[in-house]
């Protein structure tokens, strides 16, 4: 029993020593501001928080592109379609609470409903009646439950590799599986590693070369501003699905009743959601369109930016 109890205040004392050598403090986000705030960053004051957003283009188009990012992304993946759209269209970019330099809900609440009340109070605030939601992954769930609360708000609709049904055996990234994983996924309210940020990015593009030191360094510092790490673990703990799984069941069931315009975006190389979820959302939404890329990961807008301008121009011209 003397040896197994050493054994075990041995092993104890190693998980210490490898979380106080790991361990980072929450980051200000006056800190991360004058990173990661541009000339046409703003902030409005919406909900209890301050939100993080790009105005950007034609001021007068009456019904502006909003771009929604994904889970644990900010507005800046947007920052090459934007430019390849700014001159057709009013594009508008944002940090989502719980995200970027946002930051977390007071209301402590990250589901359908509390997204769309957002959506709605960042419109209102902006004096815009109708819209184009354009949302990536998590962004694109967010969208298209938005139409459905929302129907005469919005114009028409884009989702990139948009979540929503379920999983389909798809391989994740490193980064994923351990904030899903119940236990564990609390370490990483203190400890966000570098490598494991860079091995994350690594699955969520198909082509490797673009994961560079520069974007790794963005990435970790937005996901340890103050306050994010302990949103996005009640995300992946299953905010979105309430008490149970039924509900986002149900929610998925009614993506039939959606009657918005829809483009459909997705990288065939996407290894976390699924191309093959191209045919569901345009079995269920009627009259929508697709248009798949070759060779591009989860989130096409960084990787193919010009062909994903040119898509959403075409659309909504």
């Not at 959506?119 to 819209?131: N, Q, V, Y």
């Not at 997705?266 to 959601?273: E, M, P, R, S, V």
Request: net charge positive; aromatic share 10%; charged share 20%.
């Amino acid at each position: 029993m003397k040896t197994i109890a050493k054994i075990l205040g041995g092993f104890l004392a190693l998980i210490f020593i490898l979380l106080f050598i790991v361990c980072e403090r929450d980051r200000p986000v006056e800190e991360l501001i004058p990173f990661y705030a541009n000339k046409d960053s703003k902030f409005m004051p919406i909900l209890g928080m301050k939100v993080h957003y790009r105005d950007e283009g034609i001021q007068s188009d009456s019904t502006p592109l909003i771009l929604l990012h994904g889970m644990s992304s900010s507005l800046n993946t947007w920052d090459s379609v934007v430019i390849g759209l700014k001159d057709k269209k009013r594009v508008i970019s944002l940090d989502l609470p719980g995200f970027g330099l946002t930051g977390p809900s007071p209301e402590n609440a990250y589901n359908f409903d509390y997204y769309s009340k957002f959506i709605d109070s960042f419109t209102t605030r902006l004096k815009i009646k109708r819209f184009i939601l354009v949302g990536n992954s998590m962004g694109g769930a967010i969208s298209w439950n938005y139409a459905l609360h929302n129907p005469k708000g919005l114009a028409k609709m884009v989702l990139v590799d948009a979540a929503g049904y379920p999983k389909k055996g798809e391989s994740g990234s490193l980064g994923f599986t351990i904030a899903s994983t119940p236990v564990i996924n609390n370490l990483l309210l203190y400890a966000t590693p570098k490598f494991l940020v860079r091995k994350s990015l690594e699955t969520v593009y198909y082509d490797q070369a673009r994961v560079t030191d520069e974007q790794v360094e963005r990435f970790h510092d937005v996901a340890i501003r103050e306050g994010n790490r302990a949103a996005a673990l009640l995300i992946f703990k299953g905010s979105f699905q309430g008490n149970s799984k039924r509900f986002l069941n149900s929610n998925i069931a009614r993506i039939k009743e959606i009657k918005t315009p829809t483009l459909i975006l997705w990288g065939d190389k996407d290894n976390l959601i699924s191309v093959d979820n191209v045919a569901q959302f345009q079995r269920d939404i009627q009259g929508s369109q697709a248009e798949i890329y070759k060779n591009v990961g989860h989130v096409p807008m960084e990787e193919v930016p010009g062909k994903v301008a040119a898509s959403i121009a075409g659309f909504v011209k």
